[in-house]
């Protein structure tokens, strides 16, 4: 992975962890969101960056 692909990499996983704050903590939010990230198979930001480039 060159230098660029890892900055998107990095970025998007922290756009990832701002998205899942759960300041009640009740969880539900996080549940979802790692079904939805496992059937992309990446985080849906970076998933939503790669295909802005295409």
Request: glycine share 18%; aromatic share 8%.
């Amino acid at each position: 992975m060159d230098r660029g692909g890892l900055e998107k990499k990095n970025v998007g996983e922290n756009l990832d962890a701002l998205m899942n704050l759960d300041p009640r903590g009740y969880g539900g939010g996080r549940i979802l969101y790692a079904g939805s990230r496992e059937q992309m198979g990446m985080g849906l930001d970076l998933y939503i960056m790669y295909m802005n480039e295409v």
